[in-house]
């Protein structure tokens, strides 16, 4: 049984891939390019280190070039007209769920192309920001759903970071890793409301998610082999 892992090089997405591999999945690990990335190529120690575990069950890493998706899903929101006011909408969120939609979209039509049943994504609850809240959970998984990819996010509700380092030490896997920094990315300043939560919701849904739909019928799946 095979998944395509979506493995950021951090911590998450690497015990992710461990838990699936221990329930006998095969997993081809993907990293998304967003153009605004350093270090991108170190997600293949993540690999490596899956790959000295767990043997050929870890396919080679995948890389998706999901730049161009990004930048059409936030054009097509800064020039459209809208009646809808943004009272309370942070902006700082908007990259981050932008780029988690253009990922979603080229692993999905990466799975569809391969007939990949299944997608495994290290999101995980506590993290507090948008794309990782129970709403963008949900909206995640009914995407997937209606394009024939289950979802399974096996870290969500992990809580401890100190449990998560014990899971990866008893798996003889890195509990540091060098994780590539993206340059779009700001820091959670403070807990999200809900009225930026509904708002961000909102922004999903008007904005996002038919074009994420059409983005996975268009996409050419344009990927390249890391060596």
């Known amino acids: 049984m095979e998944a395509l892992v979506l493995l950021s090089g951090g911590r ?3 015990l992710s891939a461990c838990l699936k591999l221990d329930c006998g999945m095969e997993i081809i690990p993907a990293v998304c390019y967003n153009g605004h990335m350093e270090g991108v190529d170190r997600v293949q120690l993540c690999v490596d280190s899956l790959k000295k575990r767990y043997g050929s069950n870890v396919r080679d890493l995948v890389q998706f070039y999901t730049g161009m998706t990004m930048q059409s899903y936030l054009l097509d929101f800064w020039t459209n007209d809208t009646d809808h006011r943004f009272d309370n ?3 700082y969120q908007v990259h981050c769920l932008a780029c988690k939609s253009a990922m979603y979209a080229h692993a999905i039509s990466y799975c569809k192309a391969k007939e990949i ?3 495994i994504d290290g999101m995980r609850k506590n993290q507090g920001f948008f794309v990782d809240t129970e709403i ?8 997937c759903y209606e394009q024939g990819v289950h979802l399974l996010t096996p870290v969500y509700e992990l809580e401890s970071d100190l449990d998560r380092k014990r899971m990866l ?6 509990t540091k890793t060098l994780e590539p920094q993206c340059f779009l990315g700001c820091p959670l300043r403070k807990e999200l409301t809900d009225e930026e ?5 909102f922004f999903y ?8 739909k059409q983005s996975i019928q268009d996409l050419c799946v344009p990927m390249r082999w890391v060596d």
Request: with cysteine.
């Open 89 to 91: 909408f942070p902006l």
């Open 117 to 119: 049943r299944y997608l």
């Open 136 to 143: 963008m959970k949900n909206h995640f998984s009914d995407l």
């Open 197 to 201: 939560c509904a708002e961000l919701d």
């Open 205 to 212: 849904v008007k904005f996002l998610r038919d074009a994420i």
């Open 12 to 14: 998450d997405s690497l």
């Open 169 to 174: 030490s008893e798996h003889g896997l890195p």
